[in-house]
């Protein structure tokens, strides 16, 4: 009697495991699951409207920090700005049921800035857009635009000049967005 008793209980204990391995097992979790502290996320709804803009707070999976079922049904982009690149997602709420749709997943790459003595180095990958437009100011007065084109990795170097100190700002426009950085030298 005691051996049916424990081969009963060992019978529970490991279809109770299987079970709930399984269930772990049919989560979907969207591309952008690793997020970090310091992101800046946005949900906008299908107008283009944001509805949402905020910095995360934790390191961790997206799906399990916010509660995307609180949302009104519809279809929203989900952007997550990170270092270096931007991820757009797509999300369905349909009576408070959240669908990640992965086919329209996007990465955006952000150009990258680095100043040295008196040069300014732009550089960004290509995978995203072959293109940017570039556009530098001193104190506020256009000195210089130029459309880049390239196959992976569009990069520029400008020599500044040295006599001419203050402020400068590099104004690049690339998949139908603007990215803004502003140097001294």
Do not use: W
């Amino acid at each position: 009697m005691k051996t049916l008793f424990k081969n009963i209980l060992v019978l529970a204990v490991m279809l109770g495991t299987c079970t709930s391995y399984a269930n772990a097992a049919l989560e979907v979790s969207p591309t952008f699951n690793n997020v970090n502290e310091g992101d800046l996320i946005s949900v906008k709804d299908e107008s283009g409207a944001v509805i949402y803009n905020g910095r995360i707070n934790y390191n961790g999976n997206l799906q399990h920090l916010y509660d995307f079922s609180q949302l009104n049904d519809g279809t929203y982009k989900v952007e997550v700005n990170k270092d270096y690149e931007i991820v757009v997602n797509s999300v369905k709420v349909k009576n408070n049921i959240v669908t990640f749709i992965e086919a329209k997943s996007e990465k955006i790459f952000k150009p990258v800035f680095r100043t040295k003595d008196s040069k300014i180095i732009i550089s960004k990958i290509a995978i995203d857009t072959n293109e940017m437009e570039v556009e530098l100011y001193y104190e506020n007065n256009l000195i210089h635009t130029e459309t880049v084109t390239g196959e992976d990795i569009l990069n520029r170097i400008y020599q500044l000049d040295n006599t001419q100190r203050g402020e400068y700002t590099a104004v690049i426009k690339s998949n139908d967005r603007v990215f803004v950085e502003t140097f001294r030298i």
